[in-house]
Every structure is written in structure tokens, then in C-alpha cells.
């Protein structure tokens, strides 16, 4: 199957190693991935701050740079649920029916990560090794707005190896929201740590996730909170897709996640 | 028009007043034991619920349907609350209602001093001098007057207002303000209550427990019930088709204040109207499992009019505007007044949970004060309140009328931006020039590599073992609490071009 990947801009500058464990995991899978080089952004961060008039141009680049795509994937569950929710909303109050009628047609091919693998694959078990304590963080907009369910979860359990450990308090926000995250920085951060209580109850090595802008929050958190200590005992926020992209091959390693060097 | 909500006007931002709570950890304790009791109670109800869906669907039609009919439904509930014996007020705005309120008080009074010199004198001979006539009322359950601040309308014009509501009872005596819709004193533990009980109520000694407190409540209101002859209600609901009125409480002071007075004023939010009687159907399902996580609310009051020789014998109804109306044109801003006030969304909401209601700086917190406020009042006060969420969607999924409050937020963000991009230093801020500035460089894909490679090389400034500390302007906000990774070496499209590219379309410009 051919597959165009929205890498999303965060990920693209931030997170590289996500998008590279989703080319290299679909390919592994048979799969032709391909990369539309002028994508950049899904007008997410402008939209739900405010800025409507200055998302609109980049929902219609990115519409357009997709066309001839087939299956778009996207490693980044608040993108998915941006277009979703919002981008036939945008085309209804700009009374723009042309835009209208380009979501239609788009929404339907736009797959988020592990709706990808799960329905469109039809694959639970991607063959991927990864011998650890895992505990999910169901980020809120792939749990309330895309409604992915126990999808991620099937995933991970289906992994060679995994120890799959429920987090309590799992439904709760790691107070991330976007540009929240600065102009609340307190509040938000507070909401954090309640998260990290949780996180850290689980005992588990790794805590994964569908979004990399939250798992950056509760990296961020971590890392503060373990200043000045060893890397022993941490836990490394990862994106599922480096999980499954993990084999007995190549196996994905605590130490590639570690912050010093941690880069392609 | 002087259109108010309560003391948005005089407050702070709501990232200046959580500052305060935060550090308020007694406070803060209060806040996160009572949300998660009610949450916790409000879903056990919920779930044994086999059509709660069906029922929020109903909820939300049947609101939907009543505000797009609103004068018809408006000008039925008057016609039939005048022929009932009732009489029906209309006020534009905080200060009509209250002038209302204080004309239909002080005329009560003197009538019923007439009718019972006895009492005044008796007053005048206690007092040992002439004690000039001072109208006291008993109040309950109505938020909507602490929305158009009746009791420092009615103390300045010589009425004492006493508030008979267990928890706005507690707000009362603490000078304090409501911090929850439905649990207005939810920011104070028993103990603080205790305190207040006696000092106020001027006793010696007074238990510890729940049950020692409620009695000595219930010793001090009994007395109000039994001797003040004017009551002022709120209202959840009023009926179109018969004119009546509904109340619903947990505590039978609302049955009391609705039943004992000779008088009765109730003071109604305009969108407070609903169609038919059988509507309770739907809504005496939602309200209470939403609220306070009960199947039923132990009392339900509903009263059309007046009866001779049984309760009140004078029936006002206020019907209240205060920017309601405003809300109407737009089908996002209307959906608002949906709203039932269950207060489901503030127990659900995690930036609620952290502050409690005080941070918002409005009687009407957590998310649906966060649309509500501003929007009644024209967007001129509480306008940090839309980006006090994290739009985690929390409270959409268990309001029981299905108010989308996160898409709410985001429209009124939207109308605050607009707003800002027609004043100098809104529109040259540094988050508007930042957000125009990337704006550019997403329609730009070759200004948005360079700027990519621009940030890796300029953020040695700010890198120290692998992350950047003390960052300029907002992103400050997210190195004062957090640690960030230093941008890695290569991003995902250059990784792209050096490994899979071949024979690719390259970027455009």
C-alpha cells in the first residue's frame, strides 16, 4: 500500500526519531511510505488559540499538498482530531463551499497512528519485540475527540515481550493544551504533576502515547523532577509507534531516548 | 444597559488569582476531596443509566428548541403565571432587576408592618430606641442574584438579605464568595465551617461532627423561616405552559423559604424557560445525577401562582435579561444558555480541580463560567477565562444538555484575537507577532527549514546538558515549571531527503 505520512511540524522538528520508527515500522510492514516534502503544519496551535484567520491558508496548503494521496497517516492524534473537528467547521463559517467540499474528500483518507495499523492494517501484532514495563497515557484528543478506544492498548499488548501496566487516573490531561501550556504555565503544571503521581505509581519503564506534545510535557515534568540524578529509575516517554517499530533486530533502547544525544 | 456579573469587572486574570490559589494548599485539599466525591457519585449514577445519551440528546433539543422560540415561550409562561395569581417583572439588565426587587421588598414590608404593628413596636422596645423600619427577606437558591449582586443592592438600600442556603449561608458569614455552582462553600472544610458557625451565630460551644453543625443550622435558620415575611427565590426551571416555577435542593430550606414567606420573589434567568411540564421528565433525570450524583434531589418544589391560605400570598417573578439576549444571534454563543447549572463540567474539569472557582474571578467558574462570564457581560470583563482550559474535552462528555464548551472556548478565542488585532498593542503583542510569524513560515516550506536550522544554531544560548533553560518571553512560561530537550541534530525532513528522497518531489517554496 502506498502511505503518505503528516509527520505534524512539532514532530518534524522536535521528535524526528517518531517519524523515522513510521517509515521504517511501515515499510518493515511492506508498505510504501511517502513524504510530500511541503507539508508543514496542521493550523492546529492558530486555530484553537484564536488565530482563525491565520489557520485558514495553512488548512487549505495542507488539503491541497495531500490530493493525490490515498491513506495519509498521521503520528499525531491532536492533528487528526484538528481536522476532524474543526476543518469542515472552518469551510462552514467562511461559507466556502469549494473548501467545503475538499474535506469531504479528504477526512475519509486521514488515518490516525494506530488507526492506521489497527483498521486499515487490520494488524494487532506488527511482529515488533520490546521487552518492558509500558504504561498508556490516553492523551485527551485521541480519547475524547477521535474516540481510538482500546486500539493503542491491543497494540501493545500484541508486542513481543511487553508488560502492559494500566495507569490510574489514566482519563486525566497532563495539562499540556497547546499555547495552555505557557500562558497558564502554573496551572498547567500542576495538572502535570498529578499525571507524573500517576505515571510513577505504575512503576513502569515507559510511558507511551499517540501524542509526542504531550509526552513532551510529561518528559519535561520527569526531567525536572529528577535534576541532578542519574538516568537510573527514569521513566522515558515514548510515542507507540518507536515501540512498534522495536524488533529483536533493532530494538529500541532506554538510552536512545535519554536527552544527552538523543538524536538521529 | 449595565449589564454586570457579579465582580468580573474589579478582578485579576485567572492566571493571577490560580497564582494565589495554588499556593493555598489547604484550599486546594478542600477542592480536589469534594470534586472527586461528587464525580465519583455523579458516575455511578450515570453509568446504571441505560439511555443517558437519549436523555442528553432530549436535553439538548429540548433547549435548543426553547431558545430558538424564546419570546413565544416567554410571553406563554407570563400569561399563565398572571392567571395563576402570579406577577410577572421584566428586567433588562442587573441594576433594573434589583430596582424591581427593592421596590416589590420595601412595599412587602411596609404592608406587612401594618398589618402587624405588634412586631415593629416590640423591635422599638428591645432596641430601647425608635428603630426605623429595616426589611429583612430569606433567600435561596439563587445564583442569578449573586450574577446581578442583589445583596449589596438590597443592604444599600436598607434591607437585610439572609441567605438560607446551608452552603450560601457559609459564603454569607465569611464575606466570602461562591467558589462552585451548585456547592457554593465547596472550597471550605468543616472545620473553617465550624469557625464561621460561631462567631456568626454567637455561640459558646458547638461540635465537630456534620450532624452537630447542620443542627446548629438548623436551630439559626429556623428562627428566619418563622419570623421574616419576605422570600427570594431563584428558579431552574419555569414552566411555559402552566406558569409554574421549579426548585429543586437537597435540604428543605428552599421548601421552607418558597412556602413560609407572605411574599415571594423569584428571580428567573430568561433561559431558564421550558416548554411543557412533562420537559421535567428529561431534565429531573439529568439535573440531579449530574449535580450531586442523587437519582432524585430530596426536594422538588414546583409552584404556579398563589393559593388562598397556603403559602405565599404574593407571587413575583423577575424574568431576568443581563446579556442574555446578546447570546442569542450566534448558534455557538446560544448553546450556552443550555446550560442547567449542574455544575458536572466544574467537578470534571482539571484546571477546576487545581484552582477551585476563586481563579476565575466570576460566581460562574470551571468551564461553563469560562464561556458564560464573558460572553453575558460582551466580552468586556473575564476574558482571560476562554484560555483557562486545556480543551482536554472533559467537560463536553458529561454535560448533561451537551453544551460543547470546548468548541465554545475556541470561538470565543477566536473573538478575542479578532478583537485584539484591531488595537496597536494587541495586534504588535508578542504572541501576535509570533503567531503571524509562524503563520508565514508554515505557507513558506523553504523559510520554515531555514528557520528550523536557524533555531538548532541559535539555541546554544540557551543549552545546557542537553536542554534549554531560561527561555525568553512566553516560552519562558514552559522553562520556569519544566525542562526541554534541546532540538535534535537533524529534523525529520532532512532525515527524510539524506535517506528516502531519491527521485522525491522536493519542497516548493
Known amino acids: 500500500m502506498r502511505i503518505h505520512l503528516f509527520i505534524a511540524c512539532y514532530n518534524d522538528t522536535l521528535f524526528p526519531r517518531t517519524g523515522m520508527a513510521v517509515v521504517n515500522l511501515l515499510e518493515r510492514l511492506g ?7 511541503a507539508q508543514t503544519c496542521c493550523g492546529q496551535m492558530h486555530y484553537n488559540t484564536g488565530y482563525h484567520q491565520e489557520a485558514m491558508p495553512l488548512v487549505k496548503r495542507l488539503i491541497d499538498e495531500f490530493r493525490d494521496a490515498e491513506t495519509i497517516v498521521v503520528p499525531s492524534a491532536s492533528c487528526v482530531a484538528m481536522m476532524r473537528d474543526h476543518y469542515e467547521l472552518m469551510a462552514h463559517n467562511a461559507n466556502d463551499l469549494r473548501m467545503m467540499e475538499d474535506v469531504k474528500e479528504f477526512l475519509p483518507r486521514v488515518f490516525e497512528f494506530s488507526e492506521l495499523i489497527t483498521d486499515k492494517l487490520g494488524l494487532t501484532d506488527v511482529g515488533a519485540y520490546f521487552p518492558h514495563k509500558v504504561t498508556y497515557h490516553p492523551s485527551c484528543h485521541s480519547l475524547r475527540l477521535l474516540h481510538v478506544g482500546d486500539r493503542p492498548i491491543r497494540l501493545l499488548q500484541g508486542v513481543e515481550g511487553l508488560d502492559y501496566t494500566p495507569m490510574e487516573g489514566a482519563d486525566q490531561c497532563c495539562g499540556f493544551g497547546g499555547t495552555f501550556a505557557v500562558k497558564n504555565a502554573e496551572v498547567s503544571s500542576a495538572m502535570l504533576a498529578d499525571k507524573i503521581g500517576c505515571v510513577r505509581k505504575t512503576s513502569a519503564e515507559f510511558v507511551a502515547a499517540l501524542d509526542n506534545s504531550c509526552l513532551m510535557q510529561i518528559d519535561g515534568g520527569l526531567h525536572r523532577e529528577s535534576n541532578g540524578k542519574g538516568a537510573e529509575g527514569r521513566i522515558r516517554p515514548v510515542h507507540l509507534a518507536e515501540i512498534l517499530n522495536s524488533t529483536r533486530e533493532k530494538p529500541l533502547t532506554a538510552e536512545s531516548l535519554a536527552w544527552e544525544g538523543a538524536t538521529a | 444597559m449595565s449589564v454586570r456579573v457579579g465582580h468580573t469587572a474589579e478582578k485579576a486574570s485567572f492566571p493571577i488569582l490560580a497564582h494565589d490559589i495554588l499556593q493555598d494548599d489547604q484550599t ?3 477542592v480536589r476531596h469534594a470534586t472527586d466525591v461528587i464525580r465519583n457519585k455523579r458516575a455511578l449514577r450515570v453509568e446504571e443509566m441505560p439511555d443517558w445519551q437519549d436523555l442528553r440528546t432530549a436535553g439538548h433539543a429540548i433547549k435548543t428548541h426553547t431558545l430558538l422560540h424564546l419570546p413565544h415561550y416567554l410571553e406563554m409562561f407570563e400569561r399563565n403565571c398572571v392567571a395563576a395569581g402570579g406577577q410577572v417583572h421584566w428586567a433588562r439588565d442587573a441594576d433594573e432587576a ?11 414590608a411596609k404592608q406587612q408592618a401594618n398589618a402587624h404593628p405588634e412586631v415593629i413596636k416590640v423591635k422599638s422596645e428591645t432596641a430601647g430606641t425608635h428603630v426605623p423600619l429595616r426589611p429583612e427577606v430569606i433567600k435561596v437558591k439563587t445564583m442569578t442574584s449573586d450574577e446581578i449582586g442583589m445583596n449589596a443592592a438590597l443592604e444599600k438600600n436598607n434591607i437585610t438579605p439572609w441567605e438560607t442556603d446551608l452552603a450560601d449561608m457559609i459564603v454569607q458569614m465569611g464575606h466570602d464568595e461562591p467558589s462552585h455552582i451548585v456547592v457554593p462553600a465547596l472550597h471550605k472544610n468543616r472545620h473553617q465551617v465550624r469557625e464561621l458557625f460561631l462567631e456568626n451565630m454567637k455561640l459558646t460551644e458547638l461540635g465537630t461532627e456534620a ?6 443550622a438548623r436551630h439559626y435558620l429556623r428562627k428566619k423561616f418563622l419570623e421574616v415575611g419576605i422570600g427570594v427565590s431563584g428558579a431552574n426551571f419555569a414552566i411555559a405552559e402552566t406558569g409554574g416555577v421549579v426548585v429543586v435542593e437537597s435540604e428543605g430550606n428552599g421548601r421552607m423559604c418558597v412556602t413560609m414567606p407572605k411574599t415571594l420573589i423569584t428571580l428567573v434567568g430568561i433561559e431558564k424557560v421550558i416548554p411543557k411540564f412533562d420537559d421535567l421528565e428529561v431534565f429531573l433525570q439529568l439535573l440531579p445525577r449530574s449535580a450531586t450524583g442523587e437519582r432524585m434531589n430530596p426536594y422538588n418544589s414546583i409552584w404556579t401562582g398563589t393559593t388562598a391560605n397556603d403559602g405565599p400570598a404574593e407571587f413575583h417573578v423577575i424574568l431576568l435579561d443581563n446579556g442574555r439576549t446578546r447570546m442569542m444571534a450566534n448558534v455557538r454563543e446560544r448553546e450556552t444558555l443550555n446550560c442547567i447549572r449542574c455544575g458536572a463540567c466544574l467537578n470534571a474539569c482539571p484546571v477546576y480541580r487545581e484552582t477551585g472557582g476563586h481563579a476565575y474571578g466570576s460566581i460562574y ?6 464561556i458564560l462570564s464573558p460572553q453575558l457581560n460582551g466580552m468586556k470583563h473575564s476574558r482571560s477565562l476562554p484560555y483557562a482550559s486545556s480543551l482536554c474535552g472533559a467537560c463536553y462528555e458529561v454535560c448533561p444538555v451537551k453544551i460543547n464548551i470546548p468548541e465554545t472556548l475556541i470561538h ?15 495586534k504588535f503583542s508578542q504572541e501576535s507577532m509570533g503567531m503571524k510569524m509562524a503563520a508565514h513560515l508554515f505557507e513558506h516550506p523553504r523559510q520554515y527549514e531555514a528557520a528550523q536550522r536557524m533555531a538548532r544554531t541559535g539555541q546554544g544560548i540557551f543549552e545546557k546538558d542537553g536542554k534549554l533553560v531560561n527561555l525568553p518571553g512566553m516560552a519562558g512560561g514552559w522553562t520556569q515549571f519544566r525542562d ?3 532540538l535534535p541534530e537533524q529534523t525529520f525532513r532532512e532525515w527524510w531527503k539524506k535517506n528516502r528522497a531519491n527521485g522525491q518531489k522536493g519542497g516548493d517554496a
Open chain 2, 412 to 426: 470565543l478565542r477566536g473573538k478575542i484575537v479578532a478583537a485584539d488585532q484591531n488595537s496597536i498593542t494587541g
Open chain 2, 211 to 216: 450532624e452537630d453543625l447542620t443542627q446548629a
Open chain 2, 98 to 108: 434589583n430596582a424591581i426587587a427593592i421596590r416589590l421588598i420595601n412595599a412587602a
Open chain 2, 484 to 486: 526541554l530537550r534541546a
Open chain 1, 31 to 37: 508498505h510504501d511510505v511517502v513524504f510530500p516534502m
Open chain 2, 28 to 30: 486546594r485539599r478542600n
Open chain 2, 365 to 370: 467558574s470551571g468551564p461553563i463560567g469560562a
